[in-house]
T-cell receptor
Framework: KQEVTQIPAALSVPEGENLVLNCSFT??????LQWFRQDPGKGLTSLLL?????REQTSGRLNASLDKSSGRSTLYIAASQPGDSATYLC????????????FGKGTHLIIQP | KAGVTQTPRYLIKTRGQQVTLSCSPI?????VSWYQQTPGQGLQFLFE???????NKGNFPGRFSGRQFSNSRSEMNVSTLELGDSALYLC?????????????FGEGSRLTVL
């Protein structure tokens, strides 16, 4: 059964810093990995999707990498801003979709002004 | 392009009642998936519908059911509500099978069971 772990569970940094969020998964037989953002009481906003054949994806200040063989992904946020404060969730798709996406518990990020 | 729309956004029920939640996917998307989010368990997969057929189902009791209509809109139903069913229920749509592409989520329906 696929398991997804996100470290750290919470992170607080001053505005302007570059930061890295980590995601690890136990079964490397994945179709893709997706990073989401969730604001309090809201739904999930898709940030980046990495297919299993890809190594990284970039969108603006965000860069996500995927190392399928080691079961790891990182989300790099450059020049952080207070508006980046949210919970960041990593999810993997595997096993023909029988279990849907498997989500990590998320990293709660606070950017201090 | 309109996003995923879920109704109602908030609802309060009592134990033993049943509830129906609705999800309208992004136009052209044929897959609708449902997830339950709680503080303790996080996000858990309920089921996926594709072209009116249930494609996959998560590990939830039979009280949780769903369906999809020909216009891709989906509903999920929870019967005989229990306190533990209190959660944020999220719907996601995708153009093809949910496990192969990007998922787009709605704002969720927050259910409180008293």
């Amino acid at each position: 059964k696929q398991e997804v772990t996100q470290i750290p569970a919470a992170l607080s940094v001053p505005e302007g810093e570059n930061l890295v969020l980590n995601c690890s998964f136990t079964d490397s037989a994945i179709y893709n990995l997706q990073w989401f953002r969730q604001d309090p009481g809201k739904g999930l906003t898709s940030l980046l999707l990495i297919q299993s054949s890809q190594r990284e994806q970039t969108s603006g200040r965000l860069n996500a990498s995927l190392d399928k063989s080691s079961g790891r992904s990182t989300l790099y946020i450059a020049a952080s801003q207070p508006g980046d404060s949210a919970t960041y969730l990593c999810a993997v798709s595997s096993g023909g979709g029988a279990d849907g996406l498997t989500f990590g518990k998320g990293t709660h990020l606070i950017i201090q002004p | 392009k309109a996003g995923v729309t879920q109704t109602p956004r908030y609802l309060i029920k009592t134990r033993g009642q049943q509830v129906t939640l609705s999800c309208s996917p992004i136009s052209g998307h044929r897959s609708v998936s449902w997830y339950q989010q709680t503080p303790g368990q996080g996000l858990q997969f309920l089921f996926e519908y594709f072209s009116e057929t249930q494609r996959n189902k998560g590990n939830f009791p039979g009280r949780f059911s769903g369906r999809q209509f020909s216009n891709s809109r989906s509903e999920m139903n929870v019967s005989t509500l229990e306190l533990g069913d209190s959660a944020l229920y999220l719907c996601a749509s995708s153009p093809g099978f949910a496990n192969t592409g990007e998922l787009f989520f709605g704002e969720g329906s927050r259910l409180t069971v008293l």
